[in-house]
């Protein structure tokens, strides 16, 4: 009678194998349809938890405004610069035709640059700041008074040694003032003559490329960039626009591409996607095909495929219930998740096969090999289970969603193993009946080559001893300096087709201005000024930021602020430019000053209905509320992919006075400083968390603490030549592959616990090394496959996390095949060899002594 659960389960599984199998299908079927519903979200904001402010400012921005996204339409030329003006005439319509979409789908529009220009030409002197105006008054005062006095000495109570000048001789220059003299000094440009040179790199009033081949229109939806499917529909809305104008493109020369964030997230989903699905593939077939070498049976194959598939599937429908989504760093858990979970039966099959070999039924192989082998894995499993739970503490959702999805897979994939493999093997036997092979595996050769590695342990343990030291003493020197502070090492590649790449940077071309930066939600209009007047005090305070802020813009730079007031300097001026006050200017000052004076008396009041709707909507939001944003806009030479240079920025943008309350500036860039700042403090404690886990539960497991000094000093000297290794080969930390040392924690202790199981059962070290080193290695090396599929990434931080977890395997893979036997053979025996019928980690110390045949510590 079988009483424990796995015999149960076992017993179950061969008597009703048909139900098993059914059980298993529908479980796969309606897991993978779950699945289905995951989406994959890119943003940096899915990583970081949602009471962190950028995220709250971010979300509140998409509530408020409707996000920063952009979608950038190229029109291009086929005939070069001869076809610029065709192109023109189209964007022209097209721009037209996206505002009738309605601030439903498009909130602004950006084409025609002509009216722009119009705008600020015709009222440039209501744009000129209050104080100047005040300035350029009194020194126009000043000036006349002066002459006046010269005219009437009577009157000169503050120069009396002037000569009287006879009034016809009299002249009065004023140019020689400083705020005057940029208005009136006909040596310099005039202020319509600035404006010109301000639009002077659009062709025709239009964003144009350098080469006069295309025109660019700036396109801002009023949804977010963050939901694919949103993307999806507000993308094809654009697409159907230009698709109307097939026959004009056609006949005409040209082409219409598209551009910017939208365009951009919507193939990084789709390359994401493709990727997941295509190293999944690759991580199966070359896990399934090193299975196949390794026993040279296509039953194993079969049977832990089968059941392997279930597990993940189940492991990602509950992830659709949990969560809802993926993010960039889960989305290769698959991957992951496979090479790692096909390792319980692995051992499992070794066990059964090892017992059929030898003349055992089905059910007795099967009932055998899992009570061994459900035992000698579960420790694997939780191990490794618990190294991905530790990440649950972490405040990172990412991290967060990582441990959920990793510890769960891990857990129904050993459930999975042990519940399907018996009744899969059931139907193969059905189908063809087992027939013993007499073959002898490397288990069960003479190891002449491992009797003469481990003949000399204690220079191994020496030699290994101080790489080791060595290796953790570069790690230590060189952790100041261990993060990545470049981002531009943790971005993704290019992605989409040649065609999008192509057209994006075309369509960056043409803009000619940096659209990078952050918004600032604020309480009122005044607060929006206020908060850029703040912006304003700390560039002259620290120059350094001025290579980082280009500018800080409210809606008052396109509707005038101050109106009354300005109006007001504006009417006193232009009445004070008399003929008579003219006659005495110099010639070309007099009919500057006759020009300005015209443009001065044609000012008026100016509301938002009357300025440029293109460039109001970029200060709207969605209840119609118009200049309560304030955009601060990144220095194009920034270079903000630099730690200490986004940190500093998103440090300027924010805690910012207004109106009694303290205001940050949202965008990506905050997002990822905040994104940094979380990795460095959670990190470290994660991983010492995660260490302290799985300590403990390695002095639960063996319930000796000479078994757990051995493993864990393996374990920890496997991690330390990992991070050694790494720094040498310049693999920086960052916050997607910081998560390797928990993780590796965890499935590393697979390999040590395994070895040293095996040695304590059958109280020797080379006959347990060979009988347990292949199936170690094989574990070892389908998890290698697993994390190797990261490096398919386009993901330059995802990347890094495959070569640091693949070197983390290796070197854990050594220091338990190597260290770990070389340390038992120096210390006495006692200390963890196993007792007469002592059970170790499911290993029957009565099978040990009856395949080894005695107890000799060195083999």
Same mark, same amino acid.
């Given at each position: 009678?079988?009483?424990?659960?796995?015999?149960?389960?076992?017993?179950?599984?061969?008597?009703?194998?048909?139900?098993?199998?059914?059980?298993?299908?529908?479980?796969?079927?309606?897991?993978?349809?779950?699945?289905?519903?995951?989406?994959?979200?890119?943003?940096?904001?899915?990583?970081?938890?949602?009471?962190?402010?950028?995220?709250?400012?971010?979300?509140?921005?998409?509530?408020?405004?409707?996000?920063?996204?952009?979608?950038?339409?190229?029109?291009?030329?086929?005939?070069?610069?001869?076809?610029?003006?065709?192109?023109?005439?189209?964007?022209?319509?097209?721009?037209?035709?996206?505002?009738?979409?309605?601030?439903?789908?498009?909130?602004?529009?950006?084409?025609?640059?002509?009216?722009?220009?119009?705008?600020?030409?015709?009222?440039?002197?209501?744009?000129?700041?209050?104080?100047?105006?005040?300035?350029?008054?009194?020194?126009?005062?000043?000036?006349?008074?002066?002459?006046?006095?010269?005219?009437?000495?009577?009157?000169?109570?503050?120069?009396?040694?002037?000569?009287?000048?006879?009034?016809?001789?009299?002249?009065?220059?004023?140019?020689?003032?400083?705020?005057?003299?940029?208005?009136?000094?006909?040596?310099?440009?005039?202020?319509?003559?600035?404006?010109?040179?301000?639009?002077?790199?659009?062709?025709?009033?239009?964003?144009?490329?350098?080469?006069?081949?295309?025109?660019?229109?700036?396109?801002?939806?009023?949804?977010?960039?963050?939901?694919?499917?949103?993307?999806?529909?507000?993308?094809?809305?654009?697409?159907?626009?230009?698709?109307?104008?097939?026959?004009?493109?056609?006949?005409?020369?040209?082409?219409?591409?598209?551009?910017?964030?939208?365009?951009?997230?919507?193939?990084?989903?789709?390359?994401?996607?493709?990727?997941?699905?295509?190293?999944?593939?690759?991580?199966?077939?070359?896990?399934?095909?090193?299975?196949?070498?390794?026993?040279?049976?296509?039953?194993?194959?079969?049977?832990?495929?089968?059941?392997?598939?279930?597990?993940?599937?189940?492991?990602?429908?509950?992830?659709?219930?949990?969560?809802?989504?993926?993010?960039?760093?889960?989305?290769?858990?698959?991957?992951?998740?496979?090479?790692?979970?096909?390792?319980?039966?692995?051992?499992?099959?070794?066990?059964?096969?090892?017992?059929?070999?030898?003349?055992?039924?089905?059910?007795?192989?099967?009932?055998?090999?899992?009570?061994?082998?459900?035992?000698?894995?579960?420790?694997?499993?939780?191990?490794?289970?618990?190294?991905?739970?530790?990440?649950?503490?972490?405040?990172?959702?990412?991290?967060?969603?990582?441990?959920?999805?990793?510890?769960?897979?891990?857990?129904?994939?050993?459930?999975?193993?042990?519940?399907?493999?018996?009744?899969?093997?059931?139907?193969?036997?059905?189908?063809?009946?087992?027939?013993?092979?007499?073959?002898?595996?490397?288990?069960?050769?003479?190891?002449?080559?491992?009797?003469?590695?481990?003949?000399?342990?204690?220079?191994?343990?020496?030699?290994?001893?101080?790489?080791?030291?060595?290796?953790?003493?570069?790690?230590?020197?060189?952790?100041?300096?261990?993060?990545?502070?470049?981002?531009?090492?943790?971005?993704?590649?290019?992605?989409?087709?040649?065609?999008?790449?192509?057209?994006?940077?075309?369509?960056?071309?043409?803009?000619?201005?940096?659209?990078?930066?952050?918004?600032?939600?604020?309480?009122?209009?005044?607060?929006?000024?206020?908060?850029?007047?703040?912006?304003?005090?700390?560039?002259?305070?620290?120059?350094?930021?001025?290579?980082?802020?280009?500018?800080?813009?409210?809606?008052?730079?396109?509707?005038?602020?101050?109106?009354?007031?300005?109006?007001?300097?504006?009417?006193?001026?232009?009445?004070?430019?008399?003929?008579?006050?003219?006659?005495?200017?110099?010639?070309?000052?007099?009919?500057?000053?006759?020009?300005?004076?015209?443009?001065?008396?044609?000012?008026?009041?100016?509301?938002?209905?009357?300025?440029?709707?293109?460039? +109001?909507?970029?200060?709207?939001?969605?209840?119609?509320?118009?200049?309560?944003?304030?955009?601060?806009?990144?220095?194009?030479?920034?270079?903000?992919?630099?730690?200490?240079?986004?940190?500093?920025?998103?440090?300027?943008?924010?805690?910012?006075?207004?109106?009694?309350?303290?205001?940050?500036?949202?965008?990506?860039?905050?997002?990822?400083?905040?994104?940094?700042?979380?990795?460095?403090?959670?990190?470290?404690?994660?991983?010492?968390?995660?260490?302290?886990?799985?300590?403990?539960?390695?002095?639960?497991?063996?319930?000796?603490?000479?078994?757990?000094?051995?493993?864990?000093?393996?374990?920890?000297?496997?991690?330390?030549?990992?991070?050694?290794?790494?720094?040498?080969?310049?693999?920086?930390?960052?916050?997607?592959?910081?998560?390797?040392?928990?993780?590796?924690?965890?499935?590393? +202790?697979?390999?040590?616990?395994?070895?040293?199981?095996?040695?304590?059962?059958?109280?020797?070290?080379?006959?347990?090394?060979?009988?347990?080193?292949?199936?170690?290695?094989?574990?070892?090396?389908?998890?290698?496959?697993?994390?190797?599929?990261?490096?398919?990434?386009?993901?330059?931080?995802?990347?890094?996390?495959?070569?640091?977890?693949?070197?983390?395997?290796?070197?854990?893979?050594?220091?338990?095949?190597?260290?770990?036997?070389?340390?038992?053979?120096?210390?006495?025996?006692?200390?963890?060899?196993?007792?007469?019928?002592?059970?170790?980690?499911?290993?029957?110390?009565?099978?040990?002594?009856?395949?080894?045949?005695?107890?000799?510590?060195?083999?």
């Amino acid at each position: 009678m079988h009483h424990d659960p796995i015999s149960r389960l076992t017993a179950a599984s061969i008597r009703r194998w048909r139900s098993f199998l059914v059980s298993a299908v529908v479980v796969t079927c309606v897991s993978l349809w779950l699945a289905s519903h995951l989406e994959v979200r890119s943003s940096f904001e899915e990583l970081l938890p949602e009471d962190v402010p950028s995220v709250k400012h971010a979300k509140e921005l998409a509530r408020r405004v409707g996000g920063d996204g952009t979608i950038l339409v190229m029109v291009e030329s086929l005939d070069g610069p001869s076809g610029l003006e065709r192109a023109e005439a189209l964007a022209t319509v097209l721009a037209a035709e996206y505002r009738a979409l309605g601030r439903d789908v498009i909130r602004s529009v950006e084409s025609d640059i002509r009216p722009i220009q119009r705008w600020y030409t015709d009222h440039w002197p209501m744009f000129l700041p209050l104080d100047q105006l005040g300035k350029a008054r009194a020194d126009l005062v000043a000036a006349i008074g002066e002459v006046k006095a010269r005219y009437n000495p009577v009157l000169d109570l503050l120069d009396e040694g002037s000569e009287a000048q006879p009034a016809p001789e009299l002249r009065i220059d004023l140019a020689k003032n400083k705020d005057l003299g940029e208005l009136l000094d006909p040596t310099r440009p005039g202020p319509r003559a600035r404006v010109e040179q301000r639009f002077e790199q659009f062709v025709d009033g239009f964003m144009v490329h350098p080469d006069r081949r295309s025109v660019t229109i700036v396109l801002r939806p009023t949804g977010t960039s963050l939901g694919v499917e949103q993307v999806r529909v507000v993308l094809d809305k654009i697409r159907a626009v230009a698709d109307r104008h097939g026959g004009q493109m056609a006949s005409e020369r040209l082409r219409i591409g598209f551009g910017g964030s939208y365009p951009i997230l919507l193939a990084e989903y789709e390359t994401i996607v493709k990727g997941a699905v295509t190293s999944f593939a690759i991580v199966m077939a070359l896990v399934l095909l090193s299975i196949l070498v390794f026993y040279r049976e296509v039953r194993p194959v079969l049977a832990i495929g089968a059941a392997l598939v279930v597990g993940i599937a189940a492991t990602f429908g509950v992830t659709w219930i949990a969560i809802g989504y993926l993010n960039t760093q889960t989305t290769f858990l698959g991957s992951i998740v496979a090479g790692n979970g096909i390792n319980y039966g692995l051992v499992y099959l070794a066990r059964v096969g090892q017992l059929r070999r030898r003349g055992a039924t089905l059910e007795q192989a099967c009932h055998e090999g899992a009570q061994a082998a459900a035992r000698a894995t579960l420790l694997a499993a939780v191990g490794t289970s618990v190294a991905f739970g530790t990440l649950l503490v972490a405040t990172n959702r990412g991290f967060r969603h990582f441990g959920f999805i990793g510890g769960i897979g891990m857990l129904l994939c050993w459930a999975a193993t042990f519940a399907f493999v018996p009744a899969l093997l059931v139907l193969f036997e059905r189908l063809r009946p087992y027939r013993a092979r007499v073959r002898v595996l490397p288990s069960e050769r003479g190891n002449p080559m491992l009797e003469r590695l481990f003949a000399y342990p204690r220079t191994m343990v020496a030699v290994t001893a101080t790489i080791t030291a060595a290796a953790l003493a570069v790690f230590s020197w060189n952790l100041p300096n261990s993060m990545e502070r470049n981002l531009d090492n943790l971005t993704n590649d290019a992605t989409g087709s040649e065609a999008l790449r192509r057209d994006n940077g075309r369509a960056q071309g043409g803009i000619g201005t940096s659209i990078a930066g952050a918004i600032a939600l604020l309480p009122s209009r005044q607060g929006a000024e206020t908060y850029c007047e703040e912006i304003d005090r700390r560039l002259k305070e620290r120059p350094r930021l001025e290579q980082l802020i280009a500018s800080c813009e409210t809606v008052s730079g396109v509707v005038p602020s101050h109106q009354p007031e300005k109006l007001a300097l504006i009417r006193d001026i232009s009445e004070r430019l008399t003929d008579s006050v003219l006659s005495h200017l110099p010639e070309e000052q007099a009919a500057r000053a006759r020009e300005i004076r015209g443009q001065l008396a044609a000012q008026r009041p100016l509301a938002d209905e009357e300025a440029p709707q293109s460039l +109001v909507d970029r200060f709207r939001e969605r209840d119609g509320s118009v200049g309560r944003l304030a955009f601060v806009r990144a220095h194009g030479g920034a270079k903000l992919e630099l730690g200490a240079n986004l940190r500093e920025y998103a440090a300027a943008v924010r805690n910012v006075p207004v109106e009694g309350g303290r205001y940050d500036a949202a965008g990506a860039d905050i997002v990822v400083a905040d994104l940094l700042e979380d990795i460095e403090r959670q990190g470290p404690r994660v991983t010492l968390l995660s260490f302290v886990c799985v300590c403990a539960l390695v002095v639960v497991f063996f319930k000796n603490w000479g078994r757990s000094a051995l493993l864990l000093l393996s374990l920890t000297a496997g991690v330390a030549l990992m991070g050694g290794i790494a720094t040498l080969a310049n693999i920086k930390i960052n916050f997607f592959n910081f998560i390797v040392y928990p993780i590796t924690f965890g499935i590393a +202790v697979d390999y040590g616990a395994n070895v040293l199981s095996r040695m304590s059962v059958r109280r020797s070290v080379v006959p347990a090394l060979a009988e347990v080193g292949g199936a170690v290695i094989l574990c070892s090396w389908t998890t290698i496959i697993g994390y190797g599929s990261l490096i398919m990434s386009f993901n330059r931080a995802l990347r890094s996390f495959g070569w640091y977890a693949m070197l983390g395997e290796l070197t854990t893979l050594i220091t338990a095949l190597v260290l770990l036997p070389a340390m038992a053979m120096l210390v006495p025996a006692r200390a963890w060899m196993a007792k007469p019928r002592e059970v170790v980690a499911g290993e029957s110390s009565e099978t040990g002594e009856d395949e080894s045949g005695g107890g000799r510590a060195t083999g």
